[in-house]
């Protein structure tokens, strides 16, 4: 089979759970971080390194890589995996994202979405057929379905409305259009916005379908956290407990752990890596700027507790000077900031697995918040599934 899924442990108060998914290319241990490939690249970072770090998936991006290198280059190479040199699991896009990072350059009509390429200016039309022509070729374990997406933040009832259940029609397309269902899983992905009764509509509809795992789209797009997360357990409520739930471009280190909380098996965003090119790098207390000044002469690492080669080799100070000035600083920061969510995540595992999940959670949000000043919404969100941060 493309995938199969086994939950593994599951905590005894929130949604955790703790899973093995078996893909084609390798098991994945969930929950998981997926980082971000966008061009068949994780920029700053070597598949060696990803290696290393203990990376068992990362995702690419269909848009993107059927514009360049294009189709004709990866049949050629044999997929993606030969043409990046990656032999673990890759899961894409399926190139909706474009319509709203892309907006201006795209028309949506229920054929497909019409974009001017930022390439060349050229006209491409993506369809639910061709985005599942090009993620065939392009060979990933996991594939999304073409889904129209609007702006979370989005207020035209009839254009959400419109859109989920255009996602809905889609989704059947891409289905039918599949021609690799042995090697590669299509994940449906839930819309709706931040409208629960679409929301719900849209997770339903999906669950009728013959599909191997999930996705929740349409969130972390600007909305308010106090709308985010209530959207998120609206679908772990509904999916299939039995199937991977993958929550869409969510990467912040406290969303990880609500949302894992909330029963939520697996995650991408490209912030590890970006915030890594601004000289930040990840902690649990947020993030340390090393371009602010009083790291001119502090000799720690970034973290004395991170296992890491950037950690074990250099210092604040060294990173503070080069950051920003050598293209080397963002590879060790990124080196670090994937380190992190990688052990994050497998911190979240073991715990779930001991049945000390709640704990974690407790002592991870008081050294996030030393103060006790936690926002409301993790208040709410955490006492949806039985954790009382505040006793």
């Not at 599942?132 to 129209?148: F, R, S, T, W």
């Amino acid at each position: 089979m493309a995938l199969t899924f086994t939950v593994q442990a599951e905590c005894g108060m929130t949604k955790a759970r703790a899973g093995l998914m078996k893909l084609p290319h390798c098991d994945v241990r969930t929950p998981v971080f997926m980082p971000v490939g966008t061009q068949g690249t994780m920029k700053g970072l070597l598949p060696d390194q990803l290696l290393a770090l203990d990376c068992e998936i990362i995702l690419g991006n269909t848009y993107h890589l059927g514009n360049r290198p294009g189709t004709q280059v990866l049949e050629k190479a044999g997929g993606l995996h030969k043409f990046m040199g990656w032999n673990k699991s890759l899961l894409t896009d399926s190139g909706g994202f474009q319509m709203v990072s892309l907006l201006k350059l795209a028309e949506i009509t229920e054929e497909g979405v019409k974009f001017k390429s930022p390439y060349d200016g050229s006209e491409i039309m993506l369809t639910p057929e061709k985005s599942i022509e090009i993620q065939n070729c392009i060979g990933a374990d996991i594939i999304m379905q073409l889904d129209d997406v609007v702006q979370t933040t989005f207020q035209d009832y009839d254009r959400i409305k419109e859109a989920t259940e255009r996602t809905s029609r889609w989704l059947d397309r891409c289905l039918k259009a599949h021609k690799r269902p042995e090697e590669q899983s299509i994940f449906p992905i839930v819309q709706g916005l931040l409208n629960s009764e679409l929301r719900r509509k849209s997770a339903e509809d999906h669950m009728t379908k013959n599909v191997n795992g999930f996705a929740i789209g349409g969130l972390s797009g600007g909305e308010a956290k106090d709308d985010f997360w209530p959207m998120v357990s609206l679908g772990t409520e509904v999916l299939d407990r039995n199937r991977p739930r993958y929550l869409m471009g969510v990467g912040l280190a406290i969303d990880l752990v609500v949302c894992v909380a909330l029963g939520v098996d697996m995650f991408d965003c490209v912030f590890p890596t970006r915030t890594a090119r601004f000289g930040c790098a990840l902690v649990n207390k947020g993030q340390l700027n090393l371009r602010h000044k009083k790291y001119l002469t502090d000799l720690n690492p970034i973290d004395k507790d991170c296992t890491c080669s950037t950690c074990k080799n250099y210092t604040r100070a060294y990173l503070h000077c080069i950051v920003s000035v050598e293209t080397v600083a963002c590879h060790l920061i990124s080196v670090h900031n994937i380190a992190y969510q990688m052990r994050l995540m497998r911190t979240m595992r073991q715990n779930i697995i001991n049945g000390t999940f709640v704990q974690f959670v407790k002592t991870f949000m008081k050294e996030v918040y030393p103060d006790l000043n936690y926002p409301n919404w993790i208040i709410n969100s955490l006492q949806s599934v039985g954790i009382n941060i505040l006793d």
